[in-house]
């Protein structure tokens, strides 16, 4: 059972929450973004106060945690939004921004690109810092993940695309034979 999901969350000044017919929208500064709750759980609205509650049904327990967490990052989300920071590693390698296509020269024979989703906002720094913001987490990290997928960094120079505090652990090269 869920510790954290007893607790009601606090719905900040600004921010406009609503469930209908099993829908959670929460709309504030940042977006709107709605998600479909499963029927085995409720949520109670009172004031500036909301409490989730499941049915008795030993399945729904692990639901309960997961929906109070999710209402947490939508509700940051509208507030505060979400960023990712990831940096080019290697000789070469360059980002740059063409309308709304991220274009990144990692060493291949061409060029990669990578569609902007809507919701999620890019920014290039100096070529070699990509800055990832949005209002929703999932997306906003899925879009790093692809951009980190096409060159992830390698173990022995670390050359390649990673999170901006991510160490990448690096492996001893070979070394020569004793005769």
């Known amino acids: 059972m869920s510790r954290l999901a007893k607790k009601p969350i606090t719905i900040p000044s600004g921010v406009e929450f609503k469930f209908h017919d099993q829908i959670v929208t929460v709309k504030g500064a940042k977006g ?25 049904n030993q399945l729904d327990y692990p639901m309960w945690g997961l929906h109070h967490a999710l209402i947490i990052n939508m509700i940051t989300g509208v507030t505060k939004g979400f960023q990712k920071k990831l940096s080019l590693v290697g000789v070469g390698y360059r980002a ?19 569609k902007i989703p809507t919701g999620i906002k890019v920014t290039v720094d100096k070529n070699v810092a990509i800055l990832v913001e949005g209002c929703d987490a999932q997306q906003v990290g899925q879009f790093a993940a692809n951009v980190r997928s096409i ?15 991510e160490v990448v652990r690096k492996k001893a090269g070979k070394t020569a034979k004793a005769k």
């Open 151 to 165: 060159k992830p960094p390698e173990p022995y120079k670390g050359k390649g695309v990673r999170y901006e505090n």
């Open 32 to 56: 709107t973004l709605s998600k479909e709750m499963p029927k085995g759980i409720s949520i109670a609205h009172s004031g500036n106060e909301l409490s989730i509650t499941i049915d008795e």
């Open 96 to 114: 740059n921004l063409k309308g709304d296509t991220l274009e990144l020269a990692l060493g291949f024979s061409h060029p990669s690109l990578l």
